[in-house]
């Protein structure tokens, strides 16, 4: 019975490249949630997706950075042009309706 | 600000001591879960409460949420190096926006044999 997956779980970058972050969620659930997290922080939420739709991007940035979740296949967490200060780790978590949530182990951005 | 406050920030004590994390919030909170997180890996869900002055208890750890479900506390009974860990608090504001939590910063829990 298979977690949240995320891919990958590391990934270098140079300024100004794109990021293209993957998330499966656990099976049968059709909810996926992106958040952000600093060192010696909390999770940031950045984005809110049912399959095919974006119910809330409150947390997104309005630039360089975009989210799906398509009918079929993973999640996509896309990041444009990255700066330094994109480096961080990106969480997923997903969940049925009206359950909680379950985390994946996240992506590590490193941008040079 | 942080929406949701955790204290203390960083804690640790021995084997075998108890402990207490505090998560406190001016806001009200249709439910709040409380989460492990481990370096290099993501939170762990602990347990959920919704309802006021609710308590659960898992093995050695105890979740309370306040009457009003503005504040909430994990105790943890005879703490074991296994406890170690980032623990956060997570509020989740309304009913139908369910994965929409406010994080707490965290509260860092060492424990040493």
């Known amino acids: 019975n298979a977690g949240v997956m995320q891919n990958p779980r590391h990934l270098v970058r140079r300024r100004g490249q794109e990021a293209r972050l993957r998330c499966s969620p656990m099976k049968g659930h059709s909810h996926v949630y992106w958040y952000r997290q600093l060192p010696e922080e909390g999770l940031k939420f950045m984005v809110y997706l049912q399959k095919e739709n974006i119910i809330d991007e409150s947390g997104m940035p309005k630039e360089r950075f975009s989210a799906e979740f398509p009918k079929e296949g993973p999640s996509i967490l896309r990041i444009q042009q990255v700066v330094r200060g994109d480096s961080a780790a990106y969480f997923c978590a997903s969940s049925s309706a009206g359950t909680s949530e379950y985390f994946g182990p996240g992506t590590r951005l490193t941008v040079l | 600000t942080q929406l949701l406050e955790q204290s203390p920030q960083f804690l640790s004590i021995q084997e075998g001591e108890n402990l207490t994390v505090y998560c406190n919030s001016s806001?009200?909170?249709?439910?709040l879960q409380w989460y492990r997180q481990e370096p290099g890996e993501g939170p762990v869900l602990l347990v959920t409460?919704?309802?006021?002055?609710e308590v659960k208890k898992l093995k050695r750890l105890t979740f309370q949420f306040g009457d009003a479900r503005k504040d909430s506390s994990l105790h943890i009974t005879a703490a074991q190096p296994g406890d170690t860990g980032l623990y956060l608090c997570a509020g989740g504001m309304t009913t139908d926006s369910w994965g929409k939590f406010q994080f707490g910063a965290g509260t860092q829990v060492v424990v040493t044999p």
């Open positions: 806001s009200v909170f249709s439910s």
């Open positions: 409460v919704v309802t006021g002055g």
